[in-house]
């Protein structure tokens, strides 16, 4: 620690840190624009100026950019001294100069850094009398706006797109007073986490298109604290809500998992919410006089008491459901709904946690690791914030070597960027295609998920020697495993990662003995495993049946009256075993947020609310718990899915959830009865936490509007909702202050209204929340005890004739089910065709936009093929999920029907 | 030969050139190349840097079309729009001003017919001013191609121009 003298009162503060992070971790208010804290310093914008002092006996001092100025033992500076002062009030109001004053058009307005710092300055009067310099905006696509006059050339957004998030299309065009921030024409932007400019960019350029197809200041937003359900990376999120509309998803500063910054697909994939296609109403097949709760109830449990039940599970909903499906129909007829080999992969993932000995990584861990392995998975596409994660973590090796040599701080983002330009840590990538990581790695393979495995087991055996050998490598195969084994070896803290993506458990094995034979070795490894939706780990951790087992239980007769939560069984089983199903169940109860194929077929169709509308816990691919909020009570009877289940059961006389009421019976209940999930009563407070007898106020102070809003419906006000499952409220009423980390539904400080505010939130900026990051780790894993190892012989991948091993292909945009109904996530998804080698499409005569026609169990496909010279000879990638493709349950064999040669 | 219909390709000759000037920088740092060889992209495709030029630029140093740009809107030397023949450029820093640098702009746009900025239609010259050439015990100065015409006074300048238009070849940097 060293003394640091501000304005003549000493402080506490961290060496190592700037002066401006340490000013703000104290609670100053200096304003600043370029520094960001998880970028660093670059000093371009001038507007953090404080004065600093040699001594006590000084009394002229100088200037100095905070931002730039490393804390040093007894340094003296002032915020106040009247030339700084000056200097910062004449920074912003040249920055203002060009600035068009547009607030009152503007998206930023009342979440404006800018705004912000420009009132901490005391800029309030305009004398610039001139003309303004202006410039044509561009067409970014379906996420994000571009209005250039307003920028202030801070240079974040470039910071953050090229050097940060690694994107290549946009840049800083021009010099002087004519610098432009965009691409080189109008068009897309293409990389995968764009949306985080509308955060980083402290001013009106970049913001939300989304937001704007309903634009809502945000104080005028009822907001939440979420969590995403894009994928199973669990990042934090803020979802925003006026007039029963859901209309803005905000990243929510979680150290732990996502940090600042989340993906395209997370941000801009909530428009299910207010889609067309929302199921709202209750939905009785023959019935169509049932529309309120209390009738559907009596109608859904006599159909239940009349025959025999089970009930299929999912991926995608909370814990507090799949336990209340669990409960209503008995263990034993529980079952999940996830395609079976989806049910194996993640089976297997989830023992590889629990038994093995290596943890896996939490985001910090990640980057900071000094040596990579990754085995079969495409993460842009399965886990796409861990590749932004990635892209830190290649860095920060060179980055801390050179700091360390040449003295300079981390934290001086364009000195390190400079001198250590391409060099990378090492990190290996071995997956069936082409992958974006590839522009990361050391070294990237192209493999088939067979040999990707035999290629883990033989570094897990050059190693350790107690993993069995893997005979017939290649010779080049040989010199990169034990290339890659010594550099692992070499390294302090290696990072094996793996997952669902390549559909091969032996893949997931191989990745696991790495790990493994590391840590055996003395090694501090980490172990991430993918999964594939927001709750796989958790379903996978309640346990229950696979889906083949259910299909048969009706095919036999063993039930015939199936509950599906939160489930599209098309997506899960091949079309001709889910319509016999269907078919032959005497009644198909659905509870589900969305219209789809099996809502079609349902007799009876049960309004669950989103994630914007309920509350529940997920458990993510890390295996950490949290929890997520509901924004609004939605118009009808649409209510959580638990809720339903509780109240289905009670209509049934099944007594097994009578005693579970509110959230919190559930949370409690759960963690006391299945100990897998004890200590998910702790991830956040109870519904009756309160603040000086304060429930937490999901709406600004500011919110306006409150007596009028409704006025065409009713003039008097309605009363607002209460909430007995949380301690947050509906309202603005309530405590505004900072709450526990875990019930933040927005960044909020006095002076500070942009996103900007989380510093507030921060014990010290850029560390963890006041009072811990949320979230709390269900999977340690155990004693440390010798592993037993996966790796067996197996014979590489055979090409066989007329066949292909087709593997399933993920697309940020366009796999996950709910997202692709944002028309910009939609337009957004890739081709709906087959990919494979152009050597085999030529030795079949296929070209470019072909039809393929195979068949695959039984029954006959056709679709499109497209070629790459990259891909191993003898398999093929299908992308899974997409509007037009069929599900099959890949990977496997396809046999191809012959070409007919004209 | 116009822009447009040209196939946009350096001859074998300035290609060895450019690969020399790349294999100056280590493996994978091809980019410090960029501004030696937009310089001869300039001088060998019509003294301006289309975006085909610099895509070509791009290609030829394996980096994205949008990093040739930033580099080549930074700087004013290159040109971004077609120019004339002769680009004549005038130093409006303080010096070469208190010596008459104001008297020769006007009397060249007077002359031309044409602003700072544009081109005469008949392509022959474009007008540009300039920051500081670091000639200011020569001034008013006036750079035209990798020449610096010093001490300029509006008789020398008209002499210069009738100078150029009888040889009549494009004034580059290289
Ligand atoms: S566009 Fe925004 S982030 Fe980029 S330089 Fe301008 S103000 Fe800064
Ligand atoms: S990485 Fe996954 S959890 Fe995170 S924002 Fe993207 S889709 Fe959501
Ligand atoms: S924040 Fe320090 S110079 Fe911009």
Redesign the interface.
């Known amino acids: 620690m060293a003394t640091l003298f501000i304005d003549n009162a000493p402080y506490q503060v961290k060496e190592g840190k700037n002066l401006l992070e340490a000013c703000l971790s104290l609670g100053f208010d200096l304003p600043y624009f370029c520094w960001h804290p998880a970028m660093g310093s670059v000093g371009a914008c001038r507007q953090c100026a404080v004065k600093s002092f040699r001594d006590e006996e000084d009394t002229r001092g100088k200037l100095v950019m905070s931002c730039m100025e490393p804390v040093r033992d007894q340094a003296r500076i002032s915020i106040q001294d009247a030339e700084a002062v000056g200097f910062r009030a004449g920074i912003i109001e040249w920055l203002m100069t060009n600035h068009p004053h547009d607030c009152a058009v503007c998206d930023e307005g009342g979440s404006c850094h800018l705004q912000d710092m420009t009132v901490m300055t005391g800029h309030n009067y305009r004398r610039f009398r001139f003309n303004k310099r202006t410039y044509r905006n561009q067409d970014l696509g379906p996420f994000l706006n571009h209005e250039m006059n307003r920028c202030i050339h801070c240079y974040r957004c470039i910071r953050f797109y090229k050097d940060y998030a690694g994107g290549?299309?946009?840049?800083?065009?021009?010099?002087h007073n004519h610098v432009?921030f965009g691409?080189?024409e109008d068009g897309v932007l293409e990389n995968e986490f764009s949306g985080n400019l509308a955060e980083v960019c402290p001013t009106g350029v970049f913001t939300d298109k989304s937001l704007k197809q309903h634009y809502t200041r945000k104080w005028d937003m009822t907001h939440a604290p979420s969590l995403c359900q894009g994928c199973a990376m669990g990042c934090n999120i803020i979802a925003s809500e006026r007039y029963g509309e859901l209309r803005q998803i905000s990243s929510r500063f979680n150290g732990e998992v996502n940090g600042y910054f989340i993906c395209d697909r997370g941000r801009f994939g909530y428009e299910f919410v207010n889609s067309e296609d929302r199921i709202r109403e209750i939905g009785v097949k023959g019935k169509p006089e049932i529309k309120d709760r209390d009738s559907l109830l009596r109608t859904a449990a006599a159909r239940i008491r009349e025959g025999s039940v089970l009930g299929i599970g999912s991926p995608r909903a909370s814990l507090e459901s799949n336990f209340a499906l669990r409960k209503l129909v008995g263990e034993d007829n529980f079952y999940h709904g996830v395609a079976d080999t989806e049910f194996d992969l993640v089976n297997l993932t989830l023992r590889i946690l629990k038994e093995g000995t290596v943890r896996t990584p939490t985001l910090p861990e990640i980057e900071s690791a000094d040596a990579i392995l990754i085995l079969g998975e495409d993460l842009i596409n399965t886990a796409p914030r861990m590749v932004l994660a990635l892209r830190q973590a290649v860095r920060r090796g060179p980055g801390e070597a050179l700091s360390a040599r040449m003295n300079v701080p981390l934290w001086q983002d364009a000195a390190i960027r400079q001198a250590i330009?391409?060099d990378k840590a090492p990190l290996f990538s071995i997956t069936p295609y082409p992958v974006r990581q590839d522009e990361l790695a050391t070294k990237s393979l192209y493999e088939s998920p067979d040999d990707i495995s035999r290629i883990g087991f033989a570094i897990a055996h050059a190693i350790d020697p107690d993993v069995t050998e893997i005979k017939r490598l290649s010779d080049e195969e040989r010199m990169w495993t034990a290339h890659m084994a010594a550099v692992l070896l070499r390294a302090e803290r290696p990072l094996i990662i793996s997952g669902y993506g390549a559909g091969s458990e032996a893949v997931i094995k191989s990745a696991a003995d790495v790990a493994w034979a590391l840590k055996k070795s003395g090694k501090d490894v980490r172990l991430s495993l993918t999964v594939p939706e927001c709750n796989s780990m958790g379903l996978a951790m309640m346990g229950g049946h696979r889906l083949e087992s259910a299909l048969d239980a009706v095919a036999h007769g063993h039930a015939d009256t199936v509950i599906i939560l939160e489930n599209d069984l098309y997506r899960r089983a091949e079309k001709t075993l889910v319509d016999e199903f269907l078919q032959k169940s005497r009644h198909v109860i659905l509870l589900d947020q969305v219209y789809h194929q099996t809502a079609e077929e349902a007799d009876v169709i049960i309004p669950a609310g989103t994630f914007a509308e309920a509350d529940g816990t997920l458990i993510s691919g890390e295996g950490r718990a949290q929890r997520f909020y509901q924004v609004f009570v939605p118009d009808g009877p649409v209510q959580e899915s638990w809720r339903w289940l509780q109240q289905l059961a009670e209509a049934c006389g099944n007594r097994t959830l009578s005693h579970l009421r509110i959230l919190d019976d559930f949370v409690l209940e759960i963690a006391k009865t299945c100990p897998q999930f004890e200590g998910i009563e702790h991830i956040a407070p109870p519904s009756d936490f309160r603040i000086g007898a304060q429930k937490i106020a999901r709406q600004p102070h500011r919110y306006s509007g409150r007596t009028a809003k409704e006025a065409h419906i009713q003039v008097s006000e309605r009363k607002p909702p209460s909430d007995e499952d949380s301690p947050l409220s509906f309202t603005m009423e309530g405590y505004h202050g900072i709450p526990p980390s875990a019930v933040v539904p927005f960044f909020w400080a006095p002076g500070w209204n942009s996103i900007q505010s989380i510093n507030k939130y921060q014990i010290e900026v850029g560390g963890p929340l006041h009072d811990g990051d949320p979230g709390r780790r269900l999977i340690e894993p155990g004693d440390a005890h010798t592993p037993v190892f996966f790796a067996e012989q197996a014979a590489p991948f055979p090409i066989r004739p007329d066949c292909l091993y087709l593997i399933p292909q993920y697309a940020i945009f366009g796999t996950e089910e709910f997202s692709v109904h944002s028309p910009g996530i939609a337009s957004r998804s890739p081709a709906a065709a087959i990919t494979v080698a152009r050597a085999d499409a030529d030795s079949w005569g296929l070209r470019d936009g072909d039809l393929l026609e195979f068949q695959f169990n039984g029954q006959e496909y056709k679709l499109a093929i497209q070629t790459n010279q990259q891909y191993p000879r003898g398999m093929g990638t299908l992308p899974i999920g997409l509007k037009g493709v069929p599900f099959m349950d890949l990977p496997g064999w396809i046999r191809l029907k012959p070409v007919e040669r004209s | 030969m116009d822009i447009d219909t040209r196939e946009i390709r350096f001859s074998a000759e300035r290609l060895a050139e450019v690969y020399e000037i790349i294999g100056r920088y280590p493996e994978?740092?091809q980019k410090s190349a960029l501004l030696p060889v937009l310089h001869i992209a300039q001088a060998e495709f019509d003294n301006w840097l289309s975006?085909e030029v610099m895509d070509y630029v791009a290609d030829l140093l394996g980096i994205?079309?949008?990093?040739v740009?930033?580099v080549a809107?930074?700087?004013?030397m290159f040109n971004l729009k077609p120019v004339g023949k002769y680009v004549l450029e005038v130093c409006r820093t303080g010096p070469c001003c208190l010596v008459g640098a104001e008297k020769l702009q006007s009397h060249l746009e007077t002359k031309l017919g044409i602003k700072p900025g544009e081109t005469t239609p008949d392509g022959m010259f474009t007008l540009k001013t300039v920051e500081c050439l670091a000639a200011c015990g020569f001034g008013p100065v006036m750079q035209v191609g990798a020449t610096y015409y010093e001490r300029l006074t509006p008789e020398k300048a008209d002499e210069l121009l009738e100078q150029f238009r009888k040889e009549n070849k494009r004034a580059t940097y290289c």
């Not at chain 1, 290549?168 to 010099?175: N, Q, W």
């Open positions: 290549k299309d946009l840049d800083a065009m021009g010099a432009y691409r080189s330009q391409q | 994978g740092r975006p994205q079309p949008i990093e740009y930033e809107s930074f700087y004013t």
